[in-house]
Structures are given as structure tokens and as C-alpha cells.
DNA sequence: GTCTATACATCGATAGAC
DNA sequence: GTCTATCGATGTATAGAC
């Protein structure tokens, strides 16, 4: 067997797309089929069972938004900077992909605590032994570039600024008019909405 | 047929156990059934079908919960109180029931958008007839009690600040250290960590 | 590797006795 | 109202031809 053979891509995308739509519980391995333009035979050749192609799509998409994070993490010194492409960055990532974060978030609470290797995983992939952005924190108040702030409370507010409005935007869109997460100045408002309202709590 | 019979609020007590950690498609009528002490039989005697069962139990928790948030809209007019009354309330409403909010965002985008009548539904009830959170932050700005911002981006970041934490609480309680969502302090710590961050950035 | 046909399990729903 | 027994539909997985 050839390891990424043509069929086995079209397949993962197939299935990345029903998956991330109908959560694991109601994806079809026969929609998987159809979109792939295959039969569905033919996924369990390639990947025995649904649990199986499950665990690998959602490992994949895990990665993605992870490495994601950790990359923008040593791009610039200057911390406000740092906030501003971390934002850029991640919605960019996260908005056109509109199911990913309200799949991971709804997966991963039904999963065994163990899968939560792939944090660490993937921070040792980039050659982190700890949570990098705590470091990153507590590097900015080392040097004095913020405030002392405590760094699990901050990540938990700036995190759901960021993901949040994308993870709710089905219900959002009706309650709060003139809404439209795939404009193309969506993603600008947002970081300097996000940063107006941060930094002036941060800041030393 | 009783209004509410014993039964009947068993299965509800039941199925709306299952369905927030199980989600729609995961849920087994069966594992209901077990859960209320009674025969899957009972359950369509009374409720006919799964997906008429479902609806029933998404209709009471999203309006209980939108009728939290509405409730507390009117208890002060110090705008700096209200947000700090709302992060308190909303937060020991939706910490106790662990899956709510996880269930709620996972389903509702899964929802015909017809269903977000639920919403003005209860605003009507409450008196309103426009979003009234909108409403609250336009008249506090009004009032120069805090400065000129954009209801909708504030809201987005208010409520991602509330929600998220709760929300991916399975993930955050295994890469951000020593962190207890279900912890006696937390709800306070997590005002005052909300309102510090905030209120710098939208004080007049 | 890819297909058709089918086995096997499970789930939602109903029939019918009490 | 509540139960047992069972039907019918659907879903995952496999057997076997090509």
C-alpha cells in the first residue's frame, strides 16, 4: 500500500468534511463514501473501521490549529505585536474551516483524558517541553511589557475572544445584526476590537 | 394525560441528562429509558418520537439559560456592576450543568434557522421587543458610562470571555495547570480576573 | 484496488397483553 | 399507564468477484 495514495486523500478529505459537520456520532460512513466518489467497501480497506478514520481526521485537525497557535509564538518580541498576529493568524486559520473549533470543542469532552497527549505532542514537535504561551506570558511580564496579570486567566479570556464569535457565529448571525464572519474586513475589526479592549488592562 | 405527571418529569429529568453529554445523535433512547427506571415504551407513549423528546429538552435549556441572562439586565444601573452581576450569575448557572453550553453551540448549528425564534420568544416574555443587551450597552453609553464601543464586538468578547472557559474546561484542565473550573473560588476569581481586563479598556 | 451483494448488529418505533 | 416482545429501517462491516 502506498502511504498518502491518491483514493486515501480523497477519502480523508471526505471525511474531515462530514465529520467536522455531523460531529462523529452523526457522520455516515456512506456520505463519507459519496462525497469521496468512492464506495464505502472501499474505506474500510483503507482504514478498517469508523472509529479509526475518526481518530485519524480528528488527530489531523488537531495538529492543524495547534501548530497554528505555536508557530506565531516567536514571531515578534513586542508583546502587543505578538497579540495582534496571534489573533490575525488564528481566525485566518479558523474561519474557513467554520466547523473546526465547535468540532473540537464538542469531541474532545467526550474523549478519554489520555488524548490529550497531542498538546504535548505537538509542543514537543516544535521543541517545547512546557505550555509555550504561559512561557510567552510570563516572558512579558519578566521584561515589563505588561502588567502582572494572572497567565491562566488571560489565556482563557483572550482565547474565547478569539474563538468563541466564530464557534457561535450560527447563532450570533440572527441576534446581533448586521453580522457577517466571512466578511473581508471581519478578521480586521476583530483584532483591533479584541486589542482596544485588552490592552489598556495589560499594559504596565 | 396529567400536565406533568411523575413519569413524565422523570423522562424529561433523564433525557436531558443524556442528550447534553451524548449530544442528538448519540443519544440512545435506550440508555433514557435506563436512566428513568422505566421501558423505552414509556417514552413514545409520552413523548412520541426521539426527535420530538429532543426538541422539548433543547427548548428548556436554551430558554432557561436566555432567561438568565435577561433577568439580570435590569437588577442596576451601574453599568461597571452589571457586567460584574451578569459574569457571576451566568457563570453559576451554566457551571453546575456542565454540558449546556458545549450542547447548546454543537446543536444549534445544526438547527433549522427557524428555531432561533427561541430567542425572541423569550425576549417577549421578559417585555422586549429588540435585543435587549444591545439595548443595555447603548443606553450606558449614552449615559457616559463608559466610552463609544461597538455593542456587537463588546458583546462577542464579554460573552467568549463567559462561556469559553466553561466550555473547553475538559481540554483547559490539562494544559493550563492547577486549574479547577468546579473549584469554590473559581466563579470570583473569574470575575474579578474578567472585570480587571475589561473595564480598563471601556471606561469612559 | 475497486466493485456488488450481503451479513450482522443496533436503534427507533409499534403491537398488544395486563 | 406500564410492560414484553418484536418489527422494520438503517448503519457498520465483510465476503467474494473482477
Known sequence: MEFNSDTEQKIMRAATEVFLEKGKDGARMQEIANRAG???????????????????VFRQEFKFILSNIVQVL????????????????????????????RFIIWEIAKMQPNLVQYFFETFREHGYTENPVILRIKKA????????????????SFLGMCIFPVMAAPILQHILYHLDINDADFIEQRVEAILDLVWNGIKP
Chains 1, 2 share one sequence.
Open 38 to 56: 468512492i464506495n464505502k467497501a472501499l474505506l474500510h480497506y483503507y482504514f478498517r473501521s469508523k472509529d479509526k478514520l475518526f481518530e485519524q
Open 74 to 101: 516567536s514571531v515578534t518580541d513586542d508583546f502587543k505585536e505578538f497579540l495582534r498576529q496571534f489573533v490575525r493568524n488564528y481566525l485566518q486559520a479558523i474561519i474557513p474551516r467554520r466547523n473546526l473549533m
Open 141 to 156: 511580564i519578566d521584561e515589563g511589557q505588561i502588567k502582572p496579570v494572572d497567565p491562566v486567566q488571560f489565556i482563557m
